[in-house]
């Protein structure tokens, strides 16, 4: 079972996510995209908003440029809020939010009912949580990144620049 891993901003415009016994995951801002530090086997990681019309995340191996994963809506999507998560292996979740502030939003699948993973209110942020279907998820730096930036400039928009 994965650990569970906490979600906050940092003062300077990005965020971290901590877990017991993982090295912490930081999104520093650099120059309009944030720089992935911290994270287990990642290396040089760097998170971007997504051009052109849909808005969402991209999350990039930055010496090659190659997409490790993305956010998006569906296109003409009704229910709002609804956003899909892409991996480079083809797996496509879908992040729903349930509830207001105090509810939770639920990365599903379609190969098992129920949740991946929770995010959770916290003091200080948000808690991601695995579910028992999440303990087949193999690793979860390159989702938990993701979504922790999606749930996060939900509520507010992340800065990408120091000020």
């Known amino acids: 079972m994965h650990p569970d891993r906490s979600v906050a901003r940092l003062p300077e415009g990005g965020f971290e996510i901590k877990a017991a016994g993982r090295t912490t995951i930081r999104a520093h801002p650099s120059d309009g995209s944030w720089r992935i530090d911290g994270s287990e086997g990642a290396g040089d990681w760097l998170l ?39 991996l480079d292996d083809g797996r496509l979740f879908r992040i729903v939010r349930r509830g207001t502030r105090e509810g939770v939003f639920e990365l599903l699948g379609w190969e098992t009912p129920g949740a991946y993973l929770e995010a959770r209110p916290a003091a200080t942020g948000w808690m991601l949580v695995a579910t028992a279907a999440g303990g087949g998820l193999v690793d979860l730096t390159a989702i938990s990144i993701l979504m922790a930036a999606e749930i996060l400039d939900t509520e507010e928009p992340l800065r990408s620049t120091t000020t």
């Open 48 to 86: 971007e908003r997504a051009s052109g019309e849909a808005s969402g995340f991209v999350l990039l191996a930055s010496a090659g440029r190659e997409e490790i994963g993305r956010t998006m809506p569906l296109a003409g999507a009704v229910e709002a809020g609804l956003k899909f998560l892409l």
